[in-house]
């Protein structure tokens, strides 16, 4: 199992454990974003237009647009939302 399938599962473990207590789990899972973390290898002319060729979006993610989601899963306007693993990579795993 890797990484990302034990993610999504323990997601849909602990949201089935406390679903009841009126507690959603979700999990965000970003791909590549312009960050000053990764702006040593992403901001590379290279890099960034192979990454950004990636998505049907065409771009590169900035940080706002991964919190605009989990600002989302924090608010009530999510309260059906539960034991999801939320794809943040502008549509690149299609």
């Given at each position: 199992?890797n990484?990302?399938?034990?993610?999504?599962?323990?997601t849909?473990?602990?949201a089935?454990?406390?679903?009841?207590?009126?507690?959603?789990?979700?999990?965000?899972?970003?791909?590549?974003?312009d960050?000053?973390?990764?702006?040593?290898?992403?901001?590379?002319?290279?890099?960034?237009?192979?990454?950004?060729?990636?998505?049907?979006l065409?771009r590169?993610?900035?940080?706002?647009?991964?919190?605009?989601?989990v600002?989302?899963l924090a608010?009530?306007?999510?309260r059906?939302?539960?034991g999801?693993?939320?794809?943040?990579?502008?549509g690149?795993?299609?």
């Amino acid at each position: 199992m890797n990484s990302s399938a034990a993610i999504d599962s323990l997601t849909g473990v602990l949201a089935k454990e406390v679903g009841a207590q009126g507690i959603t789990v979700n999990a965000v899972a970003p791909g590549a974003i312009d960050t000053d973390m990764n702006a040593d290898w992403l901001r590379n002319d290279e890099v960034w237009a192979a990454v950004s060729a990636l998505s049907p979006l065409n771009r590169v993610a900035g940080a706002a647009d991964v919190a605009d989601i989990v600002a989302f899963l924090a608010s009530n306007d999510s309260r059906w939302v539960a034991g999801q693993w939320i794809d943040a990579t502008g549509g690149a795993l299609l």
